[in-house]
């Protein structure tokens, strides 16, 4: 299984080679690097997957030696499921991005962008193999530079340049938590080998917390996550479905391998991960509701469904710490089906906005409408993908949440009180999340697609072949799964009881899920039925198309068709003191009014509200030190001495002594 | 031979008795008004009668909008085969189908909505923003009285949750049970458009909800709507009368008729409301459902820290 996925990786970085040196011939460098990587992509899918239904140890180390030891990669359950998400979502998001990349030909070279994206496939499938400290964190960075030239393709555009910053500084802010976090680890343990990793006591609860801030800022946990409204609008489509879909989930990854060194967890480590996600999926999805771009709301839903995952890791550890293996079980396994299904879906509607952006030259969800009938197969891809990311059965993000669900129903049945109220807290918070999260993919498909154009959209055009194919594919899976839970259980089981110390076999669903499946056909079936019910009753008689219904107004415009944000409205409004809208009024005055306008800007209390200010407080208070810093050789020369002479007078007292 | 029997006595009530309770309520509220009111079984005879019209359909829709009525009908009727009615068990449930119990209505819901802003009328974008608002807040709701039955039960089926429910009415056993009760009523009054979320028979399109999301919906696409949310609030209504009057018998002819009784006496009393109440101002919803979710939250704190009945 290993030499299937070394090769995959292999085959990832010759392709970007190939391509990265095909400079000159654009559409061929993209031909290749696609090839390359849908090939790699296919390959490691299978090998992940023969790993997870046949799992046999297999490792690999390097005989020669690093500064801090040998290189070790293997496989586990954990790794070949992550492995599965990582090439699943990787391979159609390279198909998708041989579909929309052409539209740049002849506008900047492709070669840098093709191989990029192929290396960033293959760090992370690295991240995921990656036995050794120091191997972790050179495939993290490799990832986090990789995807931050993909973020500024576009680079002449001065958001987008803002956007990588953010990124970056982002990302970076992370890897400073991991840097400390796999040092104390090594230095307890003496090796950075993951083998020999343990940790326990004040070691172990501060290895959790320094796992939680620095895999949580690439995962986008609130309130790390302000990186992700700004990046993923600003990469191109592929890129964005790619980081969406699974390069935030690294950090899902890294924080339960992580979790998997640090023995028996802490009561109050499950409230941190359910509290924090509680705050990520509301703050998410609230957030989201508020946005007027389609690839911002699809960035702010991305943080409600890290805040679900995260909900179920909490779960997880809620009953690994009152050791109630089922309540474990049900909360790992939930949050890693739904790392797979976040991927899968959330690939999709990325790949939906990408092919409207293409269509139509916009992704301003208020410009946009009846766009079903100029493109119905991005309008039914994106009509599966809401369905889906609202945990909507019979398609797979329902089983995901269900999973989650059970795991605090369980656990507020069976844990001590203590327990079983933080199991409840989950009850409400996914059933309100859940609630939003309908009005938000309603509104938002509801705009774009159906009712009349609210603008004129006269090149409105359906995608390519490629990019309808992607997505088809795409959809496939979501309701593939969604109708045979109980198979894809199966994949999930040996990866959460690895990260939950559960034994295998001890608790399964695949029961409940076939019942589940058979609902899903009833439903098909009642379905059928009443549609032959009703054109049957239609056949003979008079079927007429005529206006819609404007109530006898006589002058309706597709203006004045409800909005995303009109449509928003009433959510928002009970949540207010939670999101920061600055609102700039000047209203109709007199009998006559001549001008009125109305502008209202929507910011992230995270950001805006203490992130930012604080960063900036940070910064003003260190640049007190540019005093010392005078770009005088002498001065300098004059520092050198005196830290030499503090430095032998430190040396001769210890020698005193 | 018992369980075919018992299946079909499932989907016979399933399928006939829903549009009773819509006659049942508009016979109590002409009651109240001094008027004679329509008969009983009117709401079948206007099914009958859409069922053999024609049908006209807006230029700007898709097939989403042909979907909507069906779906929300099929969702409807799936969640009342996942549901035991008067009996132990029920055709379609399994362990851990109270999830699935709320999120078929919100399948229904989602295909409401979708056909409603396929119409591209202001009037019905209006009337699916409040319904995804309301029912935002009422999910809550419903989740944590479904979580008050499955606590003390410690099962995630909807059958043994109403099983181990102590026989005796209206949520006198324990606190937990009224407060559940009590917010499964607030979350039946909004998720089936009543007084004082939405009112039915409004007749200005700006202050529908549900009414106005199917403004365009005639003919038998119409029959199916009526149809569907007569089965939807007959499902809702059936787990609250369960609850509220748990039978002490197992099945049987008894805990029929009980439930069937318990039924009309819900439809008198959602009549009863709505003849008594005004509706509330929209900005009042959602505190009213936030109320729902409190009320069963502190149901919830007393099971835990009070012990199960």
Redesign the interface.
């Known amino acids: 299984m290993l030499g299937t996925i070394l090769f995959a990786i292999a085959l990832l970085i010759l392709s970007a080679f190939v391509s990265a040196g095909l400079t000159r011939f654009d559409r061929a460098s993209l031909a290749l690097g696609t090839t390359g990587s849908v090939i790699a992509c296919l390959t490691g899918a299978i090998g992940a997957l023969m790993a997870l239904v046949r799992p046999e140890p297999s490792s690999f180390r390097g005989a020669w030696s690093m500064p801090v030891g040998e290189p070790h990669v293997a496989i586990d359950a954990l790794s070949a499921f992550f492995l599965l998400c990582v090439f699943v979502v990787s391979g159609l998001a390279a198909l998708y991005g041989s579909g929309y990349l052409p539209a740049y030909v002849g506008k900047r070279r492709l070669g840098p962008a093709v191989a990029l994206f192929n290396v960033l496939i293959a760090s992370m499938a690295g991240l995921v193999i990656a036995r050794d400290g120091i191997l972790f964190l050179i495939a993290w960075e490799v990832m986090s530079f990789a995807s931050f030239f993909l973020v500024t393709f576009e680079n002449e555009r001065e958001d987008v340049r803002r956007a990588g910053m953010t990124y970056l500084i982002a990302s970076q802010f992370g890897v400073v938590f991991l840097f400390v976090l796999f040092v104390l680890l090594g230095r307890s343990s003496g090796t950075y080998d993951f083998d020999h990793f343990a940790a326990v006591g004040g070691l172990a609860n501060a290895c959790f917390l320094l796992a939680v801030v620095g895999f949580g800022a690439k995962a986008g946990f609130w309130p790390f996550h302000i990186w992700l409204p700004e990046a993923h609008p600003a990469a191109p489509s592929h890129v964005s479905a790619l980081m969406s879909g699974v390069m935030i989930k690294m950090g899902i990854y890294g924080l339960l391998r992580t979790l998997t060194f640090l023995g028996p967890p802490a009561a109050w480590w499950s409230t941190v991960l359910l509290l924090l996600g509680a705050a990520s999926g509301l703050m998410g999805i609230v957030h989201a509701l508020a946005q007027r771009d389609l690839k911002r709301r699809l960035a702010y839903s991305s943080v409600e469904n890290i805040g679900l995952i995260a909900l179920g890791i909490g779960l997880g550890l809620l009953g690994q710490s009152h050791g109630n293996a089922i309540v474990s079980f049900f909360g790992y396994s939930g949050a890693l089906l739904h790392v797979l299904n976040h991927g899968l879906m959330k690939g999709l509607l990325f790949q939906g906005a990408g092919s409207v952006i293409h269509g139509t030259g916009t992704g301003s969800i208020e410009s946009l409408g009846g766009l079903y009938r100029r493109m119905p197969t991005t309008a039914f891809s994106f009509l599966v993908g809401s369905i889906a990311i609202c945990g909507l059965p019979p398609l797979n993000g329902f089983v995901g949440e269900w999973l989650i669900y059970v795991g605090a129903f369980r656990g507020a049945a069976s844990l001590p009180a203590t327990g079983a109220v933080s199991a409840l807290v989950a009850i409400p918070v996914l059933a309100l999340v859940g609630g939003l999260a309908a009005a938000c993919f309603v509104g938002t498909f509801g705009t774009i697609f159906l009712g009349e154009p609210r603008m004129q959209l006269p090149r409105a055009h359906e995608a390519g072949i490629a990019m309808r194919g992607t997505m088809l594919i795409g959809s496939l899976l979501c309701v593939g799964i969604g109708l045979w839970p109980a198979g894809v259980l199966r994949l999930v089981m040996p990866a959460a009881a690895l990260a939950g110390h559960i034994p295998v076999g001890l608790s399964d669903a695949s029961g409940p899920l076939l019942a589940m499946s058979r609902v899903a056909f009833v439903l098909a079936f009642l379905i059928a039925a009443l549609a032959l019910l009703r054109s049957a009753l239609l056949r003979r008689r008079e079927v007429t198309q005529g206006v819609t219904w404007g109530c006898g107004y006589a002058a309706p415009s597709p203006r004045m068709q409800y909005t995303a944000s009109s449509f928003a409205q009433p959510l928002l409004a009970p949540f207010a003191p939670i999101i920061r809208v600055r609102v700039h009024e000047d209203g109709p005055s007199g009998y006559f009014p001549a001008r009125a306008s109305y502008e209202e800007h929507i910011g992230d209390v995270a950001g805006e509200g203490f992130l930012i200010p604080g960063t900036r407080r940070v910064a003003r208070a260190l640049s007190q030190l540019r005093v010392i810093q005078q770009g005088r050789v002498q001065l300098y020369l004059v520092y050198i001495v005196v830290t030499l002479v503090a430095l032998l007078l430190w040396q001769l007292m210890g020698a005193a002594e | 031979m018992t369980l075919a029997w018992d299946v079909t006595l499932h989907v016979g009530l399933l399928v006939i008795a829903p549009l009773l309770l819509l006659g049942v309520i508009q016979k109590t509220k002409a009651w109240f008004a001094g008027r004679s009111g329509a008969p009983l079984l009117q709401p079948y005879f206007d099914v009958w009668k859409l069922?053999r019209?024609?049908?006209?359909?807006?230029?700007?829709?898709?097939w989403?909008f042909?979907a909507g009525p069906?779906?929300s009908?099929?969702?409807a009727?799936?969640a009342g085969?996942?549901l035991p009615l008067a009996e132990k068990s029920s055709p379609?449930?399994?362990?851990?189908?109270?999830?699935?119990f709320?999120?078929?209505f919100?399948?229904g819901?989602?295909f409401t909505?979708?056909a409603a802003?396929?119409?591209?009328?202001?009037?019905?974008?209006?009337g699916?923003?409040?319904e995804?608002?309301f029912?935002?807040?009422?999910?809550?709701a419903?989740?944590?009285c479904l979580?008050i039955l499955?606590?003390?039960?410690?099962?995630?089926s909807l059958g043994d949750a109403l099983g181990a429910l102590p026989a005796a009415p209206l949520g006198l056993s324990h606190p937990a049970y009224l407060a559940a009760a009590l917010g499964l009523f607030g979350v039946l009054l909004a998720e089936n458009s009543r007084i004082p979320v939405d009112d039915p028979n409004t007749h200005l399109?700006l202050t529908m909800i549900h009414e106005v999301m199917v403004?365009?919906h005639g003919?038998?696409?119409l029959a199916?709507v009526l149809y569907g949310s007569a089965v939807k609030l007959f499902v809702v209504g059936a787990l609250l009368v369960q609850v509220a009057l748990p039978s002490p018998a197992q099945g049987g002819w008894q805990s029929v008729g009980l439930f069937l009784g318990g039924q009309l006496g819900l439809a008198v009393g959602i009549g009863c409301v709505e003849s008594m109440m005004a509706r509330l101002r929209?900005?009042r919803v959602?505190q009213f459902l936030v109320g729902a979710?409190v009320l069963a939250?502190i149901g919830?704190a007393a099971l835990?820290?009070r012990g199960a009945p």
């Open positions: 069922l019209k024609g049908a006209v359909y807006s230029r700007t829709t898709t989403l042909r069906i779906v009908l099929a969702t009727l799936c085969l996942v379609l449930g399994f362990s851990g189908d109270v999830i699935l709320v999120y078929l919100g399948l819901r989602f909505m979708a802003l396929d119409t591209g009328s202001s009037f019905e974008g209006m699916a923003s409040r995804a608002a029912s935002a807040f009422a999910e809550p419903l989740l944590l979580a499955c606590v003390p039960a410690r099962s995630v399109e403004l365009d003919g038998p696409d199916l929209l900005p959602p979710s939250g919830l835990l820290y």
